[in-house]
């Protein structure tokens, strides 16, 4: 029988989706059969695609806390969020200052609504959704609502965790990250992880497939071309490095490999 119960209306479960895919191998509940099976089809070619996430989601936890408590900063914009899952972005910003607000966009309409009914269902204040593509972040900016919202006189954190690995070169993917860049106040911070072109073949032809099934197209990128991301602004400490190595809680000594391998680093805009 077709899933009712808890569901969203509008929401197709038959057919799987990016985001609810990511939140199944991360062990979160908002998924359905199709997404499950999905992403079991992509686990069992390739293990490792597991531990990734679940680095990448620490990775992004890591930087929340330290942007909303050591550097202060008490707006985030979630840029290409996908589904509010393990270790919301909100949840762990609050934690350092309850004052934090935040705003998650996607393009997806079934994130879109996902989100906003599960936000609903928790009555968590401070934090909107918004449906937007990062392809257009001057939309996303100049929006009333994000305006209303956000202070962007002021400084912000924008967040782009494993987005532009979906934005092809042909789609300009520097060029809107530089076009971002340059609307954001001083003091402002820029969050990027990213798919490095460093798996072995099969491995990134196993990766490229399945999101390809779920209807993004992966296009991994050398450590110097996602380092370019950052023009204009000044990478913090550690600098561009594997997620597992972004200020670790615990020292990781050298790291093994990891099979797909996802860089990413946090750079802040000065005057």
Known sequence: MRERESTPGGIDTWTPNGARIYDYILGGRDNYPADRAAADKM????PAARNTALANRAFLGRVVTHLAGEAGITQ????????????NVHEVAQAANPDARVVYVDLDP??????????ERDGTGNVMTFQGDVR??????EAPRVNAFLDLRQPIAVLMVAVLHFVSDEEDAHGIVRRLGDKLAPGSHLVISHTADESPPEV????QQGFRMAGAMLTPRTRAEITRFFDGFE????GLVDVRAWRPEQPVGELPPAGWTIVGGVARRDP
Do not use: C, M, W, Y
């Not at 686990?43 to 390739?46: F, G, I, Y």
């Not at 990134?204 to 990766?207: C, F, G, L, Y």
């Open 204 to 207: 990134k032809a196993v990766a």
């Open 136 to 141: 257009k972040p001057g939309r996303i900016l």
């Open 110 to 119: 079934t994130v879109i609504r996902h989100s906003q009914a599960l936000l």
């Open 235 to 238: 990478l913090l400490e550690p």
């Open 76 to 87: 985030f914009l979630d840029i290409g969020s996908g589904l509010p899952t393990q270790r």
């Open 43 to 46: 686990l069992q070619s390739n």
